[in-house]
């Protein structure tokens, strides 16, 4: 059974993961409780970021066999996630896919809005 994480890996990690949007690590996020600060794992002033780093997951590990079939087809890897009775999706991709996958979804909305101009 592997031991407990390093604090500089998941600081690291925490670190990473609001770099990719622009922001940094919230310091004492979690344990500050204060009411006068966010517990965002960033600082960013509109995307709250809860960053967890296990050994394990099988949502990754589903990511990564959908990575082998996407690549296969020569297309972009995306999880969709949705619990049973609850509206919505969870939507799980590679942050590396991000921007490709954004542009996607932002063509299918413009899509819909020019086909709902037309039917007006």
């Known amino acids: 059974m592997a031991g407990p994480t390093h604090r500089r890996t998941w600081q690291k990690r925490e670190a990473g993961a609001a770099a990719l949007f622009g922001a940094r690590r919230a310091v004492l996020s979690g344990s500050g409780n204060r009411d006068d600060r966010?517990?965002?794992d960033s600082t960013h002033e509109r995307l709250y970021l809860e960053v967890k780093s296990h050994a394990k997951s099988?949502?990754?590990s589903l990511?990564?066999?959908?990575?082998a079939a996407a690549?296969?087809?020569?297309?972009?890897?995306?999880?969709?996630?949705?619990t049973k009775r609850r509206p919505g999706f969870a939507v799980l991709c590679r942050a590396e896919d991000l921007p490709a996958?954004?542009?996607?979804y932002q063509s299918a909305h413009e899509a819909e809005s020019r086909e709902a101009a037309v039917d007006v």
Do not use: F, N, Y
């Open 58 to 60: 099988a949502a990754v």
């Open 63 to 67: 990511l990564d066999a959908t990575a």
């Open 38 to 40: 966010s517990t965002s």
């Open 71 to 82: 690549k296969r087809e020569g297309k972009t890897p995306v999880v969709v996630l949705s």
């Open 101 to 104: 996958i954004a542009r996607e």
